[in-house]
């Protein structure tokens, strides 16, 4: 359900360390099952600059619209075009074809404030 | 009644109230009135207003008198759509909301555009919400708007953009269109959109094409206000750029009613259906593949949305739409463009006829010698107001003049002539202005 390897951050939002200071962002399981059916996605520009904990894309259910939070500060270099079409990816396959935006890191250490698994599971009470 | 809750007073019911702040004595009300009375009151009071029945009409500027089928009015009286509330619970609304989907494909149709919603409160706010639709999706917080749009779009306009951060410039006119030059200096890359109405406030036909040009070369939106009545013989919006389209559809089925209530419609391409305000219905299937109707896409609006919604409206105009729609679908294709042409015909059977007494006394002329559609500005060397009173005198209304819109000077205003205009009717309104301007 949340994978061990990835850090996580109180507002839902997992991140994957990548090659050359990057960092894959989605929305978690716990998230998107909370959202319900997820049915459009207003994704960040590639090139936007985003400051840690300030919204920077918007996830819209049949229900609610939810803030996504940048989980840390940099450069945004890619999003993921296919959930203009498919935004159900998110409530499919949260962590992997349902991610959100890569983030090139300003400070890569600002990953250590982050979450582990455990207290990110800790955090929706499943510990 | 008391009885019934276990009360023993009305005054009981007031006992949360204390006492020092109860009104004491008795309310100023004259007493009550029998029926007939009340009908013998009210009627006196009615009386005083003269209406359409009394008066013929010959004017415009943005509410007009066009013809409605008798059969319109009996659609709208039933009261399954009479009485009904707003379509929430789809399962037990199906015939209203498949009614507003009419009234939205309609729109499309009329406006050439992909979508539409369920209708705002009047053209003016319609017109509000597009240039606020054009923020939302440019990310930008300075707009345009003509100075030939009726006056009273962008007094609204501006109370709608004011605390929203978003800065009106007005693109001034030239000669009774707006200014292309001046539309140039005024555009930049942080313009969102540009407001034009066409044909304008003055009834004239705008460069449309060439501000839609304009504005998308500066990366703004271009939104159109337009008569609907207009588009059975203009283009529609669509075909000449509007990324927008907004107006009043009160010429659609719905009489004049001393100014309401109206009927905002408000239509766009496909890709910015998100940033439209108001209820939009849609159509699905159920389970069981059946055709239902919903309304759809709540999240953009206020009730789910919050503060990130672009508009606080929770509401429309059910009723007018449906008149609006028994409307166009009662006259067709044929009958609408009918419509049109024969008010184009016969507002230029009134210019024509006025041009005769051009240089004659009252020194009658039009303001600007340009091509239009149902109504156009005349001036004269009687004030505005002191010529429509004499008219009415006479049993004519002309106008709005100029003065009652804020603008100058004060010998202009607006005339009229729709298809509900006999040839009798505009004959008689001509020797009434030639006599009005020698009394």
Known sequence: ??????????????VRVEEGR????????????????????????????????KSFAVVESVKSVSDIYAPVGGRVVEVNAQLEDQPELINE??????????????????????????QYKEHIGEA | MLRTIGVASVEELFCDIPEELRFKGRLDLPPGLSEPELL?????????????????????????????????????SRSEFYTSYTPYQAEITQGVLQSIFEFQT???????????????????????????????????????????????????????????????????CAQGVVDLAALAERLGTDVAGLLVQHPNFFGHLEPVREAAQAVHAAGGLFVVAVDPISLGILEPPGAYGADIAAGEGQALGNPLSFGGPYLG?????????????????GETVDAQGRRGYVLTLQARE????????TSNICTNQALNALAASAYLALLGKEGFREAA?????????????????????????????????????????????????????????????????GLEPDNALLVCATEARSRAEIDGFVEAVKASLTE
């Not at chain 1, 359900?1 to 997992?14: D, F």
């Not at chain 2, 006196?44 to 059969?71: M, T, W």
């Not at chain 2, 060397?381 to 004519?396: C, D, K, N, S």
Request: charged residues 25%; aromatic residues 8%.
């Open chain 1, 1 to 14: 359900m949340h994978p061990e390897e990835l850090r996580y951050t109180k507002e839902h939002e997992w």
């Open chain 1, 22 to 53: 990057k960092a894959r962002v989605g929305v978690t399981h716990y998230a998107q099952h909370q959202l319900g059916d997820v049915v459009f996605v207003e994704l960040p520009g590639t090139g936007d600059r985003v400051e840690a904990g």
């Open chain 1, 93 to 118: 396959d949260p962590y992997g074809k349902g991610w959100i935006a890569v983030i090139e890191m300003d400070d890569p250490a600002e990953i250590n404030a982050l979450l582990s698994a455990a």
């Open chain 2, 40 to 76: 013998a009151h009210l009627r006196e009071l009615a009386g005083k207003n003269r209406h359409l029945d009394q008066l013929v009409c010959f004017a415009g500027g943005g509410a007009y008198d066009h013809v409605i089928p008798s059969a319109v009015r009996t659609v709208i």
């Open chain 2, 106 to 172: 309609l729109i499309c149709q009329l406006t050439g555009l992909d979508v539409a919603n369920a209708s705002m409160y009047d053209g003016a706010s319609a017109c509000a919400e597009g240039l606020i639709m054009a923020c939302a999706h440019t990310g930008k917080a300075r707009v345009l708007v003509a100075q030939s749009i009726h006056p009273e779009y962008r007094l609204v306009a501006e109370t709608y953009l004011r605390h929203q951060g978003i800065a009106v410039d007005i693109v001034p």
């Open chain 2, 265 to 281: 419609f408000l239509s766009a391409k496909e890709e910015l259906v998100r940033k439209m305000p108001g209820r939009i219905v």
């Open chain 2, 302 to 309: 206020q009730h789910i949305r919050r503060h990130r919604a």
């Open chain 2, 341 to 405: 042409y024969l008010s184009f015909q016969k507002a230029h059977y009134l210019e024509a006829r006025l041009r005769e007494l051009s240089g004659k006394p009252g020194g009658l002329s039009r303001r600007w010698d340009l091509p239009f559609f149902k109504e156009f500005v005349i001036q004269s060397a009687v004030p505005a107001g002191e010529l429509q009173r004499r008219l009415i005198a006479r049993g004519f209304l002309a106008g709005p003049s100029f003065s009652q819109v």
